[in-house]
């Protein structure tokens, strides 16, 4: 049995790989782009600089600082150091999972890891961060969709919030709440895995949402806000001035499409994305997926390399001395 499963995962692994690969080998044939020119395009490097400091100090603090208020709630002590540490480690671990969100994954498990006395609890700080930032998101897509005359996307993050809160709806509301937990009870096989998933649940049901929203919503429109200002950042290296308005309604749609857990860490799938978004408004094929390209590197790759340096260091600093017996001989 257990063979059967690591092949599944094995071949799960290479199909995601697969997928990958082919998505963006057919985004550069279908589109003509040349990657060796891809990098030619940038006019204005001292943009790209500015947009550096964003992934490497602000948004770290940012997302521990808001995590850090969600994990207080449930009497969970963390300091935000610890919390960057563990969020850059994870970007790092999270780069082979499934979607632009794996990370989450690898937070959660650490998390619980620190804190197993409070199972569930602990996991259930990223998912109510992940529905808050998606309702930010969908609100934040809205505002701005009163500012761009494309019917078209406006009708795409009008569609893409109801489908959201009518998902919220299933999950949370009471009757359905119980039917859920029922059906997860009722399951016979994989009683571990089911159960955490139940306990998960029940503690986002019941997380006090009241007592932290307004300061987690600040931190989670402002973190939005500075992921928004990098593409805008980025375009503008490129020579290309894209309305601040366009780019909060196209952002939460690109984000949203990149959670789809079909190729590694949204490869592909957030490329085309950006394509098909900013394509609309006259903008080069070669000149988006530089952009794209650029932004998965300062919001991904950055952190990730810096999480390897920290995962490295505490993989030796925890690594257990060998005594030398020929010492007490």
């Known amino acids: 049995m257990k063979l ?69 709630l449930v ?3 963390e300091n935000t150091f610890s919390l960057i540490n563990i969020t850059f480690q994870s970007t790092f671990l999270g780069l082979l999972l499934p979607s632009a969100q794996g990370y989450d994954a690898i937070r959660m498990y650490r998390i619980e890891k620190r804190h197993p006395q409070k199972r569930g609890m602990a996991g259930s700080t990223i998912i109510i961060e992940r529905i808050i930032g998606l309702l930010c998101l969908c609100s934040v897509g809205i505002v701005a969709s009163f500012f761009v005359p494309d019917t078209k996307i406006k009708w795409m993050i009008y569609i893409f919030s109801a489908a959201f809160i009518l998902i919220l709806f299933f999950l949370y509301n009471k009757q359905c709440y119980k039917l859920l937990h029922t059906l997860l009870d009722s399951v016979k096989y994989f009683k571990k895995v089911f159960g955490y998933l139940t306990n998960l649940h029940k503690e986002t049901y019941s997380f006090p949402f009241d007592k932290t929203i307004i300061y987690s919503v600040l931190l989670i429109l402002l973190l939005q806000l500075v992921n928004t200002f990098i593409i805008y950042l980025l375009f503008l290296s490129t020579g290309n001035h894209v309305s601040f308005s366009y780019n909060l309604l196209v952002y939460p749609l690109i984000s949203i499409i990149s959670m789809i857990p079909i190729t590694f860490s949204g490869i592909g ?29 300062l919001i991904m790759l950055l952190p990730a390399l810096l999480g390897s340096i ?20």
Do not use: E, H, Q
């Open 75 to 77: 009497n969970i002590k």
């Open 310 to 329: 920290l995962y490295i260091f505490n993989t030796l600093k925890s690594k257990p001395k060998v005594i030398n017996k020929d010492k007490f001989k």
């Open 4 to 72: 059967i499963i690591c092949r599944v995962k094995y071949y799960k692994f290479i199909l995601r790989i697969a997928i990958s690969i082919v998505l963006l080998a057919f985004i550069f044939y279908k589109l003509n782009i040349n990657i060796k020119t891809l990098f030619k395009i940038i006019v204005d490097y001292r943009y790209i600089f500015i947009a550096v400091i964003f992934p490497t100090v602000i948004i770290p603090f940012i997302v521990a600082n808001r995590w850090k208020s969600f994990l207080t």
């Open 269 to 297: 799938i957030r490329d085309g994305a950006f394509i098909f978004f900013y394509s609309r408004i006259g903008i080069s094929a070669d000149t988006i997926m530089c952009v794209s390209i650029i932004n998965y590197m």
